[in-house]
Structures are given as C-alpha cells and as structure tokens.
T-cell receptor, first 109, second 117 residues
Framework: AQRVTQPEKLLSVFKGAPVELKCNYS??????LFWYVQYSRQRLQLLLR??SRESIKGFTADLNKGETSFHLKKPFAQEEDSAMYYC???????????FGTGTLLAVQP | GAGVSQSPRYKVAKRGQDVALRCDPI?????LFWYQQALGQGPEFLTY????????KSGLPSDRFFAERPEGSVSTLKIQRTQQEDSAVYLC???????????????FGPGTRLTVL
C-alpha cells in the first residue's frame, strides 16, 4: 500500500535552532517525493521535490531508500518558517499526490 | 497571473442537501485534481481529469460524489445528500503536463470549506 507517515503533529523550536521534520513512506517501485508547505492564511504550495535535489529557503531533503525516509531539514530556523508542512508521494500514473497528515512547525522568537 | 480559484470559499449545508463546488484552474492547464482534507488530516485524493476526461475517480468515497469537467477547463464537484462526515475542505489543483510524463507542479486553490449541519 502507498502511504506517507509524518509522526509529529507539532514541532516547536527556537529561532536559530536546527529543524528536522520527519517523513517516512511506503511505496513499491521508484518513489517521487515532495514537501508542500502551507503558511497561515495561504494556499498549499510546493516547497521542494527530491528529484531536483535543491535547497529552497534553506530547506533540504534527502531521499533515503534504505530507510524509506524523506526528512526535511534546515540548519537554522527562522520565525517565518512557521507553517504546516506536508510530505507527499506521487502515486501512480495520474500524478495524484498521497499526503501525510502534516507537521505544524512553530518557531519561537 | 491568476492562480487556481474556487467558489464558494465557505459553504454550510443541512444534512441531506446537495452542494456544488466550483474550480477554475489556471488557464491552459490540462490536468485537474480534487482532494478532500478533513480536519487535522492531509489532503486525500478524490478524482483526476485530463482535459474533459475523468481518468481516475478511485478516491471518491461514495456514489454521492460526482465530478465533471465538460469543456476541459472549469470543474464542478457535486455532493448529493450531504452527510456530516462530508464536512471538510475541498481542494482543487491543476498542472500543465499530461499524466504519466514528467511530473509537473500541482498548483492548489484556496479550497472550499464545507460544513454539514
């Protein structure tokens, strides 16, 4: 079965502290994984995708097929990073996305 | 440019009523997706259109849910005889690549929050 697990509902850190948002997946085949972010009162938007191997707003995520994980990391959190973060898996030929339940990141001043 | 728009933004329905939710995708986007997001959950896939063809409706929870995109642009999600468990945010997303080719980013609308009393 295709599934995405985000074990933390809430992650609270202080400004300047490192951040790691956990994501594990279950997928038979070669997975395509993404992180989406939803800032307060804004719509859901793509943050980064594993294929691009990019860093966006200081965030990176590495696909670890052995551990079936795609954790999102940032070395120094900023207050503007406070948002809801969803890990997502592309499922099947239609490009539909399978989302995790999300982690609310709260960066305290 | 204009993003994906959805209307209404909020809808309150009495149990048993029918509702219709509209999605205007980004102009020219061939792919359109509907997702349902219950409180405290991530979005869950409902159905997918490529132009006017509904190619995947595996996520529709019951035959009370029906979606259409007759001219390959605007889409409507209809829920008949609404139940309390239908209360959720309904998200629409569009992208401009054919399914099965290189994934292209899905752009999401603001959602319609449906509350069934």
């Amino acid at each position: 079965a295709q599934r995405v697990t985000q074990p933390e509902k809430l992650l609270s850190v202080f400004k300047g502290a490192p951040v790691e948002l956990k994501c594990n997946y279950s997928y038979s085949g070669s997975p395509e994984l993404f992180w989406y972010v939803q800032y307060s009162r804004q719509r859901l938007q793509l943050l980064l995708r594993h294929i691009s191997r990019e860093s966006i707003k200081g965030f990176t995520a590495d696909l670890n097929k052995g551990e079936t994980s795609f954790h999102l990391k940032k070395p120094f959190a900023q207050e503007e990073d406070s948002a809801m973060y969803y890990c997502a898996l592309k499922g099947g030929a239609t490009n539909k996305l399978i989302f995790g339940t999300g982690t609310l990141l709260a960066v305290q001043p | 440019g204009a993003g994906v728009s959805q209307s209404p933004r909020y809808k309150v329905a009495k149990r048993g009523q029918d509702v219709a939710l509209r999605c205007d995708p980004i102009s020219g986007h061939v792919s359109l997706f509907w997702y349902q997001q219950a409180l405290g959950q991530g979005p869950e896939f409902l159905t997918y259109f490529q132009n006017e063809a509904q190619l995947d409706k595996s996520g529709l929870p019951s035959d009370r849910f029906f979606a259409e995109r007759p001219e390959g642009s605007v889409s409507t999600l209809k829920i008949q005889r609404t139940q309390q468990e239908d209360s959720a945010v309904y998200l629409c997303a569009s992208s401009n690549r054919w399914a099965g080719r290189t994934y292209n980013e899905q752009f999401f609308g603001p959602g319609t929050r449906l509350t069934v009393l």
